[in-house]
């Protein structure tokens, strides 16, 4: 009977432990480094170290460039989007900083909201001359990479149900004016892994964008290099398109894609 009892109470002492690291990280929006954890939580280092070793491995949890410890995006997608959407700015914002000291262009992380993309994060190109958007912007998908590469990787019950609600105003002269167009440039989307906006949000201006994937290997976020036309030439263009499909490859593998 008291060996019964002890197996009963055992996981309780895991599970409150557990908790004590997971509230304690989530009071804590930069993350907390090990040793910061082992003093919040009451734990020694070597027990914290233990959780939060099982914590990251199963993708629960996230340690950054500096080695500190954030909440990983399962544990995110466990509570609202907005909570989801924080944590992965989080987990990209290192790789988008050093995608615009690669390229010197202005870097945008997006996602799908209902059927339009939703700008995250945006670091502005230091240019005096740049593109500029705003986080909290929405644009239609159509006239844009992210939106392109958002929709070209989805599954095609959810595309189709998105191109219903497409309306295909034009931007500009060279905006894609309808579905059938729209249908025909996610294929190349998708056979050549990144998608191009050319001048079809704004005249004057070019982006390249690529997927973020999850570990299921569902689209979640996009990424983006966007410059005026006058540097982003057609050399400048498939040397950023590269740039842009690696990074974002990195913030999939921070995701748990491929592992």
């Known amino acids: 009977m008291i060996r019964a009892r002890e197996s009963k109470s055992a996981p309780v002492g895991v599970v409150g432990k557990v908790l004590r690291i997971l509230e304690a990280l989530d009071a804590a929006p930069t993350g907390l480094q090990l040793r910061e954890i082992s003093q919040q939580t009451s734990l020694n280092k070597s027990t914290a170290y233990r959780f939060v070793a099982h914590l990251e491995n199963e993708g629960y949890l996230f340690r950054d460039d500096t080695g500190a410890?954030?909440?990983?995006?399962?544990?995110?997608?466990?509570?609202?989007g907005i909570a989801y959407?924080?944590?992965?700015?989080k987990i990209s914002r290192?790789?988008?900083?050093?995608?615009?000291?690669?390229?010197?262009?202005?870097?945008?992380l997006a996602v799908l909201?209902?059927?339009?993309?939703?700008?995250?994060?945006?670091?502005?190109?230091?240019?005096?001359?740049?593109?500029?958007?705003?986080?909290?912007?929405?644009?239609?998908?159509?006239?844009?990479?992210?939106g392109k590469v958002l929709?070209?990787?989805?599954?095609?019950?959810?595309?189709?149900?998105?191109?219903?609600?497409?309306?295909?105003?034009?931007?500009?002269?060279?905006?894609?004016?309808?579905?059938?167009?729209?249908?025909?440039?996610?294929?190349?989307?998708?056979?050549?892994?990144?998608?191009?906006?050319?001048q079809e949000t704004d005249m004057g201006a070019r982006c390249v964008a690529a997927p973020v994937l999850d570990e299921s290997g569902k689209v979640v976020a996009a990424i983006s290099v966007s410059g005026p036309s006058t540097r982003m030439n057609r050399d400048r263009i498939q040397a950023?398109?590269?740039?842009?499909?690696?990074?974002a490859r990195t913030i999939s593998a921070r995701l748990g894609h491929g592992n």
């Open 113 to 146: 909201d209902g059927h339009d993309v939703l700008y995250l994060e945006v670091l502005e190109s230091s240019h005096s001359f740049r593109m500029a958007s705003q986080p909290g912007m929405h644009r239609p998908p159509n006239c844009t990479a992210l």
């Open 94 to 108: 290192p790789v988008l900083r050093l995608l615009a000291k690669e390229t010197t262009e202005t870097v945008n």
């Open 151 to 198: 929709l070209a990787f989805l599954p095609s019950e959810q595309r189709e149900e998105i191109f219903t609600m497409l309306t295909f105003e034009r931007a500009t002269p060279r905006t894609i004016p309808n579905v059938a167009r729209f249908r025909r440039e996610l294929v190349r989307v998708v056979r050549q892994g990144y998608a191009m906006d050319d």
């Open 240 to 247: 950023f398109a590269g740039a842009t499909r690696r990074a």
């Open 85 to 89: 959407h924080a944590t992965l700015r």
């Open 69 to 80: 410890y954030i909440v990983g995006p399962k544990l995110a997608r466990l509570g609202a």
